[in-house]
């Protein structure tokens, strides 16, 4: 079993910056692809940002030149650098990996952007 425990959230202004990180736990052998994806109040959850091991990068339209993804493989760790937040990136941040042959996902953390 692998735990995903995320941090960071919070409230912050528009034009403001947040930093969220997830690390990974438990019987880890391989983490592969990680990731970031949130869920707005009566909306469905939404890819925000991936990561590969390798490092190669894949954004979500919206948070392109905004967000960062980065990762620290020997500490299975993922983080989202969030900056230019606006009102409309509040939500439910969720944090995701692939370990094995299974999925995973953490419990959620709020970001909430105030206008």
């Known amino acids: 079993q692998v735990q995903l425990v995320e941090s960071g959230g919070g409230l912050v202004q528009a034009g403001g910056s947040l930093r969220l990180s997830c690390a990974a736990s438990?019987?880890?052998?391989?983490?592969?692809?990680m990731g970031w994806y949130r869920q707005a109040p009566g909306k469905q959850r939404e890819l925000v940002a991936t990561?590969?091991?390798?490092?190669?990068?894949n954004y979500e339209e919206s948070v392109k030149g905004r967000f960062t993804i980065s990762r620290d493989n020997g500490k299975n760790t993922v983080y989202l650098q969030m900056n230019s937040l606006k009102p409309e990136d509040t939500a439910v941040y969720y944090c995701?990996?692939?370990?094995?042959?299974?999925?995973?996902w953490g419990q959620g953390t709020q970001v909430t952007v105030s206008s």
């Open positions: 995701n990996c692939n370990a094995g042959l299974a999925v995973y």
């Open positions: 990561i590969t091991r390798g490092g190669s990068t």
């Open positions: 438990g019987s880890i052998i391989r983490v592969n692809a």
